[in-house]
């Protein structure tokens, strides 16, 4: 019995070593939840949860691209500027619209959509081009993409406000629908379908493979430069929706909105568990990290904290998950989940 009990408990203790990644980020949403709930009677109510839903959204649809590159172990620090790229693309070419309309010369209501699209996707084709064909680490190409990025939207922008988006882009960014915000809607189909291409398709098995051992992904025949560029597409194009869904959603477009989303889609990813040495974790990763986020945030202003010392445990919370992530991986490495 003694030798069994040891055995289990032995087992066990492997297990915990081995998932520690993914153990650690929900007992801390449990306990943030928990302390909140406790501080402030107003935290654990539906209308609260949903105003969590509302401000997690942007950051959910911008974190679930950034989880393919990570998973790639790579990394995309030029989301914020391309979703802000975006964002004002849409608005410049709104406005554009509406001079062309004054001269009874009407374009397609969806242009500035296109344009918008278009832009953020060929950011993403120049950051893979860097990365996969000439060979820039992904750190120091995105790098320079987030200057390039924020450097078209000071064009564009001028330091002025623009206000007008498409209708289609203001519903969805600022509407509802059933009284469920669509921007909520959205965020969901973007986890959804971005957990079932991970998940569920050869794609999605690439990007594991090649996240987990490159040269063995190589040697199985897998077009290792194809996934991680795609993945970097990925990452620009749900950047660039963001982006323009965030225009509505703040109700303007202006230079440096979206600054603070490089942090959050960051923290999101790695809060929840996803390796940042590749190959582990996904989306259901990255939505607990970003409920960590949107608790912690919501809860912070439910308890009237001061605003800078909100800024310092919000990085004390994202050291706290890059040390566990790379204990867990060393952990891993000696004790092996079974």
Request: hydrophobic residues 55%; contains cysteine.
């Amino acid at each position: 019995m003694s030798q069994a009990a040891t055995a289990g408990r032995s087992g066990a203790g492997r297990f915990l070593m081995g998932h520690l990644r993914n153990i650690a980020p929900l007992l801390t949403l449990l306990f943030l939840i928990a302390i909140f709930a406790l501080l402030s009677p107003s935290f654990l109510t539906v209308g609260n949860v949903g105003n969590i839903l509302r401000q997690i959204s942007i950051t959910a649809i911008i974190a679930t691209g950034l989880t393919f590159v990570i998973l790639c172990a790579e990394i995309d620090l030029s989301i914020a500027a391309i979703a802000n790229a975006a964002g004002i693309v849409v608005a410049f070419f709104t406005l554009q619209e509406a001079y062309v309309n004054i001269a009874n010369l009407p374009l397609p209501g969806g242009l500035a959509i296109i344009c918008g699209l278009l832009a953020c996707f060929a950011l993403g084709v120049v950051n893979a081009i860097g990365v996969t064909r000439i060979g820039i680490p992904s750190f120091i190409m995105t790098l320079a993409m987030m200057q390039i990025a924020a450097g078209i939207s000071a064009m564009l922008i001028r330091g002025q406000i623009a206000y007008n988006v498409p209708d289609l882009v203001r519903v969805l960014g600022s509407g509802s629908v059933l009284g469920m915000p669509w921007i909520v809607l959205i965020a969901i189909l973007f986890l959804l379908v971005g957990h079932i291409v991970l998940t569920y398709t050869r794609y999605g098995r690439y990007v594991y493979m090649v996240g987990g051992n490159r040269e063995a992904a190589e040697l199985s025949g897998v077009n290792v430069r194809w996934v991680i560029g795609t993945a970097l597409v990925i990452s620009a194009v749900c950047s660039g929706v963001a982006g323009m869904l965030g225009v509505a959603y703040f109700g303007s477009a202006q230079q440096n909105e979206f600054d603070d989303y490089l942090l959050d889609g960051i923290a999101a990813v790695v809060v929840g568990g996803t390796s940042l040495f590749g190959g582990r974790g996904g989306i259901p990763n990255t939505i607990i990290g970003l409920f960590v986020l949107g608790v912690l945030n919501n809860g912070l202003d439910h308890i009237d904290i001061d605003s800078f010392l909100k800024v310092l445990i919000r990085g004390l919370i994202l050291l706290m998950a890059l040390i566990i992530n790379v204990y867990a991986q060393r952990l891993r490495d000696v004790h092996p989940a079974g």
